[in-house]
């Protein structure tokens, strides 16, 4: 008997068409100053097609357009990439950087919407999520574009690298605000070790390679596995243009972490960094379902604790533990505390290897350490919660967390609007079509692409 694919099914079941829909029903009431678009991108393959992983399928981004308290439109569209064709990635010439999903991430950064996956050039969409081409920032981008992309909120400099099995493995770019790149350098001591996500903090770049890398023999079509031979690091890095040559590596314990919660230095100088993190059964029981294989666990995320890593720069030292036994994914921040110190933390709950627990919204008090969940309720899973500060804001969690629920029992979905302060819910928007469980995604507020006033 053949077994669907996990990806395939439930929650992931894959958005057959492209559809538009204005004038949406929305219970509670929006706040007025949301006004812009909720953009969020995954994978979805198009009807007949069986990808290999769950990471192959071809990337569908959402758009729901919020204005003066109304919800005035939904749609969803395909990220058109010589890929969605089924033009291969491997060439006999070598890779096609143009042959991607486009399926991890949408971001906005000097005017441009940009639909992200790692091991390829961005795409750009229109504000109504056409698909315009590949972005190479004229030309000078000549390497993958990692899906996890930073702004600084100071600067407004979009910092970024991308990542290969075969050296150079890791280059490092730095696009001003105008969307120019201004500088590049490749990272001496880097591995082939796969680098999904990274950081920055005001004066360094932060760099995590995992026990998982390169595996040119894996079948799924992403040659990745976790390698016990195959160090954990962190690699940090001064910014500026001579940072390359004064990167250190520091020894970490066996783990894998997908997606950093933020990093900072402390009062002391140190680096703090935070983020789910899995062991190496955690990581096998992940991959088994993002592949399909035997023995997975019931979630595309299992054993996944946020971990923190204190590195003191002067003696070397790495001070290391788990500091949630919350099995959780895809954690936010209000942006404006990117690479400083911050308070809350946001990510998504998901049920552990066992079944226990279940899907909902967290936060995280660090200063407290006091954790609040709001429970979305039964066969209801929450995407990843996009954090938008309120108008006159005054503290860190004033605003709202934007989450597009996937609930099985009414073949639906729905946005909902959380009070980012106590997680209570303000309004809800119903969407036309159920979304299928995805990735990442990004609030576009209006006055920042050009051509978005509709």
Not at 174 to 187: L, R, T, W, Y
Not at 321 to 342: K, M, R
């Amino acid at each position: 008997m053949t077994t669907a694919k996990p990806y395939l099914t439930g929650h992931f079941t894959p958005v057959a068409e492209e559809i538009t829909a204005t004038g949406l029903t929305v219970e509670g009431s929006l706040p007025p100053e949301l006004s812009g678009r909720l953009l969020r991108n995954g994978h979805n393959p198009k009807p007949g097609v069986t990808p290999t992983h769950w990471f192959k399928g071809s990337g569908m981004v959402h758009g729901i357009r919020l204005r003066d308290g109304r919800a005035e439109w939904y749609r969803n569209r395909w990220v058109h990439t010589p890929a969605l064709d089924g033009a291969p990635y491997m060439t006999e010439h070598g890779p096609d950087l143009t042959a991607s999903t486009a399926g991890t991430h949408v971001i906005e950064h000097a005017g441009r919407l940009l639909a992200l996956c790692e091991a390829n050039l961005p795409f750009e969409l229109t504000p109504e999520l056409e698909t315009v081409g590949v972005h190479d920032f004229d030309g000078k981008l000549r390497s993958a574009m990692t899906a996890h992309p930073k702004e600084d909120p100071l600067t407004g400099e979009l910092h970024f690298f991308g990542s290969s099995p075969f050296p150079p493995f890791l280059t490092y770019h730095v696009a001003n605000a105008k969307g120019e790149i201004v500088h590049s350098a490749n990272v001496p001591g880097a591995t082939a070790s796969l680098k999904h996500d990274f950081a920055i903090t005001r004066r360094h770049v932060v760099f995590v390679e995992g026990n998982v890398t390169f595996d040119p023999s894996e079948p799924s079509g992403i040659p990745y596995s976790w390698s016990d031979q195959q160090l954990s690091r962190i690699g940090i890095m001064p910014r500026g243009t001579d940072g390359a040559r004064r990167v250190r590596w520091f020894s970490i314990e066996p783990g894998n972490m997908l997606h950093v919660s933020n990093a900072y230095e402390d009062d002391q100088g140190r680096i703090v960094l935070e983020g789910p993190t899995v062991d190496r059964e955690g990581f096998q029981l992940s991959w088994n379902w993002w592949v399909g294989a035997p023995g997975r666990g019931s979630e595309p995320v299992s054993r996944s604790y946020t971990r923190r890593w204190v590195l003191d720069t002067v003696d070397g030292s790495v001070d290391e533990q788990i500091i949630d036994d919350l099995a959780v994914e895809f954690p936010t921040l209000n942006e404006d505390y990117l690479g400083a110190e911050n308070r809350y933390q946001y990510a998504i709950s998901f049920p552990d290897e066992k079944g226990f627990g279940g899907y909902g919204v967290v936060k995280y008090d660090r200063t407290t350490g006091a954790r609040r969940i709001h429970q979305v309720g039964d066969a209801r899973m929450p995407s990843e919660a996009v954090f938008v500060p309120a108008s006159g804001a005054t503290n860190e969690d004033d605003g709202y967390l934007l989450t597009v629920v996937s609930d099985l029992k009414q073949d639906a979905s729905q946005l909902l609007v959380l009070d980012a302060s106590g997680l209570d819910r303000i309004a809800t928007v119903h969407l036309p079509q159920r979304v299928g469980a995805g990735l990442h995604g990004s609030w576009i507020a209006d006055g920042t692409v050009e051509g978005a006033a509709g």
